[in-house]
């Protein structure tokens, strides 16, 4: 099966949202089954760089690790799952508009499931995510634009 694949316009600087998307602790503020997501070390996000996320996938809340493969300021970036039933692999991209002043988000996102999740990701991972990414870029949109855009 294909990826799942979104895009969204956004009044934005490419900067501001690559900062945004990449910083964790803000997964929960825009992704709707994300609900909650912690660094497992300090500093700054960087390639090899591990995240913990809990999930909600259909009425269970699912913990699962993450870590970035490659980040490219602020134009790309890419993570995958690395334990956990569900394992997802991300690419995002940032698209400058009207030199920079705006940009277009484009997030591509499929799953490899394990044990139990090798059933969950066609019957409910995949469904929930095809309705899920684009009500997720509408709320990157109004948290970064801000309630009144």
């Known amino acids: 099966m294909s990826a799942i694949r979104e895009s969204i316009d ?4 490419p900067e501001e949202v690559f900062a945004y998307i990449t910083t964790p602790s803000n997964l929960p ?9 912690e660094r497992l070390e300090l500093g700054p996000v960087h390639p090899g760089s591990r995240v913990r996320v809990t999930r909600r996938i259909g009425t269970r809340e699912v913990p699962m690790t993450v870590e970035f493969d490659a980040l490219d300021p602020p134009h790309t970036w890419d993570l995958h799952g ?13 698209e400058p508009l009207d030199e920079g002043r ?3 988000v484009t ?14 990701v ?11 990414l684009p009500r997720d870029e509408a709320l990157l949109k109004e ?7």
């Open 10 to 13: 956004l009044d934005c600087t």
């Open 29 to 37: 503020e825009w992704q709707l089954s994300a609900v909650k997501a």
């Open 82 to 94: 690395i334990e956990g039933p569900v394992r997802p692999r991300t690419h995002g991209s940032i």
């Open 102 to 104: 705006r940009c277009r």
């Open 107 to 120: 997030i591509e996102v499929d799953f490899e499931g394990h044990g139990l999740g090798k059933v969950l």
């Open 122 to 132: 066609p019957l409910v991972v995949r469904p929930q995510v095809r309705k899920e």
């Open 143 to 149: 948290r970064l634009e801000g309630a009144g855009a």
